[in-house]
């Protein structure tokens, strides 16, 4: 079985600060893991994923994430946030055996003014 | 391109009633998926079809959901009858294929049953 963990149920930065989102997983074999985004009343948002090769991701919007395969770990980071960044943050896995992808329960992030 | 297309954006219905929703998947992506997000859940994977076939159904509670997917092509995702628990968000997603690394999501349907 396959799973995702995101022990954070809110994050709050200021703008302009850096800001990391955490995300940790479970799979059996090799995980191909992915970052989405959720504006309110909006369906999910592919930012970046993280398939095999530099375990450092740039993806849209500025994101980046980097994966840990010792901690099991695909923490996202911004090195400025910005109020618009204010949402919802999916981690989501797959083992790269199936195709079932499987959803952390998100994470809100508030950037301040 | 264009993305995913899903309708009705929203729905609001009484219980015991039936209810169905559509998807359009990216053009040229053969393989598309149903989930279900219920309120500060992520989405949860209902079905997922190849073309036209439906290949993992595993979590679709047959009792009152069916799905259909015509041609290949858009798909239907049906309710009857409604209950209560079943108020969620319904998303459609679609990839290439089974295999493509990334799944792109329509805009959701906000069921909302009475």
């Known amino acids: 079985a396959q799973s995702v963990a995101q022990p954070e149920d809110q994050v709050n930065v200021a703008e302009g600060n850096p800001l990391t989102v955490k995300c940790t997983y479970s799979?059996?074999?090799?995980?191909?893991l992915f970052w989405y985004v959720q504006y309110p009343n909006r369906g999910l948002q592919f930012l970046l994923k993280?398939?095999?090769?530099?375990?450092l991701v740039k993806g849209s919007y500025g994101f980046e994430a980097e994966f840990n395969k010792s901690q099991t770990s695909f923490h996202l980071k911004k090195p400025s946030a910005l109020v618009s960044d204010s949402a919802l943050y999916f981690c989501?896995?797959?083992?790269?055996?199936?195709?079932?992808?499987?959803f952390g329960k998100g994470t809100m992030l508030l950037v301040s003014p | 391109e264009a993305g995913v297309v899903q309708s009705p954006r929203y729905k609001i219905i009484e219980k015991k009633q039936p209810v169905a929703f559509w998807c359009n998947p990216i053009s040229g992506h053969n393989t598309l998926y149903w989930y279900r997000q219920n309120l500060g859940q992520g989405p949860e994977l209902l079905i997922r079809y190849e073309n036209e076939e439906a290949v993992d159904d595993s979590q679709l509670p047959k009792d009152r959901f069916s799905a259909e997917r015509l041609k290949g092509v858009d798909s239907t995702l049906k309710i009857q009858p409604a209950e209560l628990g079943d108020s969620a968000v319904y998303l459609c997603?679609?990839?290439?294929?089974?295999?493509?690394?990334?799944?792109?999501f329509g805009p959701g349907t906000r069921l909302l049953v009475l």
């Open positions: 799979v059996s074999g090799n995980p191909y």
């Open positions: 989501a896995v797959r083992d790269v055996r199936y195709s079932t992808l499987t």
């Open positions: 993280y398939i095999t090769g530099d375990n």
């Open positions: 997603a679609s990839s290439r294929q089974a295999f493509e690394e990334t799944q792109y």
